[in-house]
């Protein structure tokens, strides 16, 4: 079991999850994080600040939502990113890559509700 990150993020990669993540599993990606599924030691903090609730163990995806367990797997492999199993995310990585899925996704409306929110 590990966590994942799902659609709610596309867009709106607020970042609170990165923060807490005391290991660096969490990747940038152009429009959304990933979480690596190797990387990942399931402590459950990034899920409790998500602010979209984004966030959920790969065993309680609702079924529309379980292609973003592959996601971010997926992520990570040589068809994708390439980035294996770097041990931790870094600045100097690239985050001008997303999933094909992702990339291809429709603008997510919550990105707008947070974009206000952060302005007010």
Not at 44 to 62: F, K, M, N, Q
Not at 74 to 93: H, K, N, R, V
Not at 98 to 108: E, I, K, Q, R
Request: glycine share 6%.
């Amino acid at each position: 079991m590990t966590l994942i990150i799902k659609s709610e993020c596309i867009d709106v990669k607020d970042g609170e999850c990165t923060k807490v993540c005391p290991v660096d599993c969490i990747y940038e990606g152009a429009r959304m994080y990933y979480i690596h599924p190797v990387e990942c030691i399931e402590c459950g903090l990034c899920e409790t600040v998500c602010p979209v609730d984004a966030i959920r163990w790969d065993d309680e995806v609702a079924a529309e939502e379980e292609i973003y367990v592959a996601i971010n797997r997926e992520y990570f492999e040589d068809a994708i990113t390439g980035l294996g199993s770097p041990g931790g995310w870094s600045s100097d990585m690239s985050a001008d890559k997303d999933h094909p899925l992702v990339a291809a996704a429709p603008h997510n409306p919550l990105a707008d509700a947070q974009a206000q929110k952060e302005s007010s």
